[in-house]
């Protein structure tokens, strides 16, 4: 477990009544995990989940030679605004790997965002490198926010 650095998880214990923001991170066709999330918990929590804008949609309004660059900054943007990370990790399919998430990761680490991991793998949530950037793992959704709503 890492050190948090930061005070948003203080924050968020000194106002329990308070609803707060958490980012989504995980692989982006994991559409299933996204709406389970929101749809169980999205009654007392805010959740911020990138997938909302398509690829399409950022192409036809953001030139495609830079919509990248765009979506990283735009990804940046939307965890500096949360409270909390939930990022899900797996393996993947035909070898993919999560970099994207992975980088989201560490880039709310570096900023003081708490973050917390799904992963039905005990070997993704006991790799060194995760470990030092997230709070605390878990083997599934439910675990996860009954640990995050404090039940």
């Known amino acids: 477990m890492n050190s948090m650095k930061g005070s948003k998880m203080n924050r968020i214990n000194k106002h329990e009544h308070w609803k707060f923001t958490i980012y989504l991170a995980g692989y982006s066709n994991d559409r299933e995990y996204r709406k389970e999330v929101i749809d169980k918990?999205?009654?007392?929590?805010?959740?911020?989940?990138?997938?909302?804008?398509?690829?399409?949609?950022?192409?036809?309004?953001v030139n495609p030679n830079v919509s990248d660059i765009w979506l990283i900054k735009r990804d940046k943007k939307l965890i500096d605004s949360c409270d909390i990370m939930v990022a899900k990790i797996e393996y993947l399919p035909y070898g993919e790997i999560q970099i994207g998430t992975i980088m989201e990761i560490m880039y709310a680490f570096d900023h003081g965002i708490p973050v917390f991991l799904i992963s039905s793998e005990p070997k993704i949530?006991?790799?060194?490198?995760?470990?030092?950037?997230?709070?605390?793992?878990?083997?599934?959704?439910?675990?996860?926010?009954?640990?995050?709503?404090?039940?």
């Open 41 to 61: 918990y999205g009654q007392l929590i805010d959740f911020i989940d990138p997938m909302c804008i398509t690829w399409q949609d950022v192409n036809e309004n």
């Open 125 to 151: 949530l006991n790799n060194a490198w995760l470990k030092f950037h997230y709070k605390k793992g878990f083997g599934s959704i439910d675990e996860c926010f009954e640990c995050v709503l404090g039940n």
